[in-house]
Every structure is written in structure tokens, then in C-alpha cells.
T-cell receptor, first 111, second 114 residues
Framework: QKEVEQNSGPLSVPEGAIASLNCTYSDRGSQSFFWYRQYSGKSPELIMSIYSNGDKEDGRFTAQLNKASQYVSLLIRDSQPSDSATYLCAVNSGSARQLTFGSGTQLTVLP | EAQVTQNPRYLITVTGKKLTVTCSQNMNHEYMSWYRQDPGLGLRQIYYSMNVEVTDKGDVPEGYKVSRKEKRNFPLILESPSPNQTSLYFC?????????????FGPGTRLTVT
């Protein structure tokens, strides 16, 4: 059973701080990793994808991947109240069908 | 506008009454998939399709059927809905069947079976 684990939270950070979200996965053959943001009652929205070890930056978001340790993280710099949402880690391994999601981390950014 | 659409967005029905949730994408994507999302269980894949006339089971296919007769459409069929199928359903599509392509989600369908 391929598993993707996330701290469910809730995680609270003050506005302007760095929010750090973590995800671990069990399948060493995993090849691609995604972070989705989901507002309550809405659909998941892709915010980052990462395929190789290291950091990938896009605006205020940085994804970090360490395949040896089987973890992927998302950093949100200068957090805003509009960043308050549930963040889903998704891992794709072996074939296109196997996009396995974590249960999500609920982030609250306090004004 | 590139998008995945689902209809209906909300549906309340009774046990045993057949229903279909439609999904359509206008991006010429090869891959389409259905997920259900339940509190504490996250997103779980129901069925997926790699291309027209090619479908396969996901992790929770029991009680569901799908078809892919056209590239753009991927309907989800519940032949005899039961209360345990009350959930939030998402359709998703991806431009390729490779693992490196992201999936894009529709707006969701909230289904209640009484």
C-alpha cells in the first residue's frame, strides 16, 4: 500500500511568516510530486510540481524534494491570510494512475 | 478558457435511483480520472482512463461505472446508489499519461444519497 503522510494540523502562522508544510511517502519508486491547495468546499488547485532532488521556487512558494529521505516539503514565504487553506501533497509513482494523496494539512494565516 | 466541467454540482437522491455525473474537458487531454473525497480519508481514486475506450479501476471502484466514448467526456455512473456513496466527487484530467504531467480538477459534485 503506497502511503503519503502529512501532518493534519491545523498549522497556524502569523501574517508575513514562513509556513512550512511537510510530506513523507513510502514508495521509493515515486517519480513526481505535487502540492495542491484546496479551499473549503472547492476543488484542489495545483500550485507546485517537483520531479528532481533539490529546491524549486515559484514566487512565494518553494518546494523541496529529498528522495533519499522520502520527503517533500512546501515553504510559503510572506504568508497571507488568503493562503489559509488545506494543502494536499500528491505523489505519482509507476504509472499515471497512481496519484496518491495525503490527507492534507490545514493552514491558517493569522492577520 | 481551459477547464474541466462537471454536472450537476449538487445532487440529492434516494437509494437505488440510477444517476450519472458528467465530466468534460476542453483541453484535448488524454488522461481523465474520478476521485471521491471524504473527511479523514482524503482523495481516493475511483476510475481512470488513459484514452478513448481505455478505462481501469482505481482504489475504490465498487458501485461505480465509467465510460470513455469520446476524448473530452468521462461520465461517472452510479447504477444503484447507496448512502455510503454520499461524498464530494472530483473529475480530473491530464495532458499525457506520463507520471510527469499534472492533473487538473473540475469544480466538484456534492452527492447526497438518502
Amino acid at each position: 500500500q503506497k502511503e503519503v503522510e502529512q501532518n493534519s494540523g491545523p498549522l497556524s502562522v502569523p501574517e508575513g511568516a514562513i509556513a512550512s508544510l511537510n510530506c513523507t511517502y513510502s514508495d521509493r519508486g515515486s517519480q513526481s510530486f505535487f502540492w495542491y491547495r484546496q479551499y473549503s468546499g472547492k476543488s484542489p488547485e495545483l500550485i507546485m510540481s517537483i520531479y528532481s532532488n533539490g529546491d524549486k521556487e515559484d514566487g512565494r512558494f518553494t518546494a523541496q524534494l529529498n528522495k533519499a529521505s522520502q520527503y517533500v516539503s512546501l515553504l510559503i514565504r510572506d504568508s497571507q491570510p488568503s493562503d489559509s487553506a488545506t494543502y494536499l501533497c500528491a505523489v505519482n509513482s509507476g504509472s499515471a494512475r497512481q496519484l496518491t494523496f495525503g490527507s492534507g494539512t490545514q493552514l491558517t494565516v493569522l492577520p | 478558457e481551459a477547464q474541466v466541467t462537471q454536472n450537476p454540482r449538487y445532487l440529492i437522491t434516494v437509494t437505488g435511483k440510477k444517476l450519472t455525473v458528467t465530466c468534460s474537458q476542453n483541453m484535448n487531454h488524454e488522461y481523465m480520472s474520478w476521485y471521491r473525497q471524504d473527511p479523514g480519508l482524503g482523495l481516493r481514486q475511483i476510475y481512470y482512463s488513459m484514452n478513448v475506450e481505455v478505462t481501469d479501476k482505481g482504489d475504490v471502484p465498487e458501485g461505480y461505472k465509467v465510460s470513455r466514448k469520446e476524448k473530452r467526456n468521462f461520465p461517472l455512473i452510479l447504477e444503484s446508489p447507496s448512502p455510503n456513496q454520499t461524498s464530494l466527487y472530483f473529475c480530473a484530467s491530464s495532458p499525457r499519461t506520463s507520471v510527469y504531467y499534472e492533473q487538473y480538477f473540475g469544480p466538484g459534485t456534492r452527492l447526497t444519497v438518502t
